[in-house]
């Protein structure tokens, strides 16, 4: 991202000096660069300062660069569960506006029927009842869902009891 930093030059009494000339300075040319018109850029998350020159006066300007969530996906997009109880996890990614992945990014879950199905802070979803629901994730301002369906498959069968007589009259 970039942003244009003002550049008014001005005497003593607070009136604009015409053709003041102005050169810029990053205190860590790795978090921010400046053009010579004061245009800044980030280039890494962090804070530091810009400073603007012109002859013996100077100022300084604090500058933070952060990532924000503009994107959000999961993998997988869907679950199906066999069997109550049984678990899988979400992963979520985050995504700045540039499509940059931001590690360690905040991510809050949450399910649309806590009677079906359960989600930990961390994504791990646990299947609770037959049924549907929807899993949605959200990091800052952007948020994402996915599906997830349980069902009980039968894994084997037991007859009671085993022979039947039946007798005609």
């Known amino acids: 991202r970039r942003a244009s930093l003002g550049d008014t030059v001005k005497e003593e009494s607070g009136h604009a000096v015409t053709g003041g000339t102005l050169t810029w300075a990053t205190s860590s040319s790795t ?3 400046v053009s010579a018109a ?3 850029t980030g280039l890494a998350v962090s804070s530091e300062t810009i400073t603007a020159t ?3 006066v100077s ?3 604090s500058v933070s660069v952060a990532q924000t969530a ?3 996906t999961l993998a997988p997009t869907s679950l ?3 069997s109550v109880n049984d678990t899988a996890s979400f992963v979520a990614t985050v995504k700045d506006a540039g499509g940059n992945a931001i590690p360690g990014a905040t991510v809050t879950w949450a399910t649309s029927s806590s009677s079906i199905a359960s989600v930990s ?3 791990l979803v646990t299947g609770l009842a037959v049924g549907s629901a929807t899993i949605t994730a959200t990091s800052g301002l952007v948020s994402t869902t996915a599906s997830v369906s349980v069902a009980q498959t039968a894994a084997s069968i037991t007859l009671s ?3 039947l007589t039946f007798s005609i009259h």
């Open 31 to 33: 978090i921010a660069s």
């Open 38 to 40: 004061g245009v800044g």
């Open 54 to 56: 012109s002859g013996l």
């Open 59 to 61: 100022t300084t300007a």
């Open 70 to 72: 503009a994107s959000i």
């Open 80 to 82: 199906s569960f066999t």
């Open 121 to 123: 802070s961390a994504g």
């Open 161 to 163: 009891p085993t022979v």
